[in-house]
């Protein structure tokens, strides 16, 4: 076993109060020891906060090949038409102009402090590359289907490209897309297999566009368009005429195993709902403004005391995959929310809700030492509200 103890001008266990002028002792992989005195032996790292690895609740490292060319637009239909345009020139996922792109994003995220991911993926193709990485992930093998005839023929042929491909600290479960492009029977597919899977946790992208609402409620809109664009769309489909919460509720769906990522649409009603089911809620504020549909309503998130995660979303919508840059723009915001939630956030909430929080999210003893060290100006007091303001990449370094 290798002891070794690091000392920091801050150490911020997120699970507790940050700790000045602390320590921290490991042995081999694993935190021993969290203590507010000084150590003789300890490795004095200086003028740095010490916290947990970030966890990306969200994101499509897959699509990193898309970075730069999917300009922001008014209207989401619009970002969707550009991207399914676009991913039609590489139908092959092994090709290099996928697989390098997305290689290069695991380093710059792991670079800039992320340690831990919910990854969803169409292919399967950053399954190898984040173990490859050595970086643990709840990776989502993403289904769509809103015509699909056979939906628990597909979802049993889904599950065992998953089975085949998980392994070691990489997880592999199956994933609904969204209301508008996933068959109600598909829905209730997955969640079966959710069912048979004790410990199994899923994802949906729901509520992100009003498009999302308009067309679940009556029917109509632009993302009708583009599924009849696409020859996509069911001629006996009804609108269920319900909320996208609604909706995903009454067919079983929903519950604390099943991310809930956007939300930009949601009322206190859908909150409320939400926060009855355990239902965590990943935010990507950067990646919807860029799609066009606005800001969520993160105050009222946390103020409907819903779980909240953060992710970055993909670089086809964001500039970066960096998470301080996605607490910055939390935090322009949600004034109001404290900077420890924020943080607590981007760490402890995500682990829990992608099942990783025996190893991950907060210094804790018995964790795994996945620390990062911040490189703090001279003079700062508020050590929480100065790492929600943005930190580049630069001033993060990795402890262990």
Not at 59 to 72: D, G, I, N
Not at 85 to 97: C, I, K, L, S
Not at 170 to 187: E, I
Not at 263 to 289: H, I, K, M, W, Y
Request: charged share 25%; aromatic share 6%; hydrophobic share 45%.
């Amino acid at each position: 076993m290798s002891t070794r103890r690091y000392r920091a001008n801050w150490i911020l266990p997120v699970s507790d109060p940050p700790v000045r002028g602390g320590f921290i002792r490991v042995d081999d992989d694993r935190i021993v020891e969290i203590g507010d005195t000084a150590h003789a032996d300890a490795a004095d790292l200086g003028q740095v906060a010490i916290l947990p690895a970030l966890v990306n609740a969200h994101t499509h490292l897959e699509l990193s090949y898309l970075q730069a060319r999917v300009a922001p637009v008014a209207r989401f239909g619009d970002w969707v038409r550009t991207v399914m345009t676009t991913r039609q020139e590489y139908p092959d996922p092994a090709d290099p102009r996928i697989v390098e792109p997305a290689r290069a994003s695991i380093e710059r995220a792991r670079a800039s402090g992320t340690g831990l991911f919910g990854e969803v993926s169409n292919t399967l193709v950053t399954v190898p590359l984040l173990r490859q990485a050595g970086l643990p992930a709840q990776v989502f093998y993403e289904l769509t289907g809103f015509t699909e005839q056979e939906p628990r023929r597909r979802v049993g042929e889904a599950r065992r490209r998953a089975d085949a491909a998980a392994g070691d600290s990489v997880r592999v479960s199956l994933a609904p897309h969204a209301p508008y492009s996933v068959s109600a029977a598909l829905f209730q597919a997955i969640r079966e297999d959710i069912d048979a899977h004790s410990g199994t946790v899923s994802s949906v992208h729901l509520g992100e566009n009003p498009e999302e609402v308009e067309l679940l409620r009556h029917g109509t809109g632009d993302l009708r368009r583009v599924l009849e664009e696409l020859g996509r769309w069911p001629a006996e489909w009804e609108a269920p005429g319900l909320s996208p919460v609604e909706y995903l509720s009454e067919l079983g769906v929903l519950d604390s195993r099943v991310l809930v990522v956007h939300g930009v649409q949601f009322d206190g009603e859908d909150l409320a709902r939400l926060s009855s089911l355990g239902v965590t809620l990943v935010s990507c504020p950067r990646s919807n403004r860029h799609v066009g549909v606005g800001s969520p309503p993160l105050e009222a998130f946390y103020a409907m005391d819903v779980e909240v995660a953060l992710g970055t979303d993909s670089l086809a919508s964001v500039a970066t995959l960096n998470m301080f840059d996605e607490l910055a723009e939390a935090r322009r915001i949600a004034p109001r929310v404290p900077a420890r939630r924020l943080l607590e956030s981007a760490t402890l909430t995500g682990a829990r809700a992608l099942g990783f929080e025996a190893d991950y999210g907060s210094i804790e003893r018995g964790k795994r030492a996945a620390l990062i060290a911040v490189q703090l100006p001279a003079g700062v007091e508020d050590v929480e509200e100065f790492l929600v303001g943005g930190v580049a990449a630069d001033a993060v370094s990795w402890v262990v």
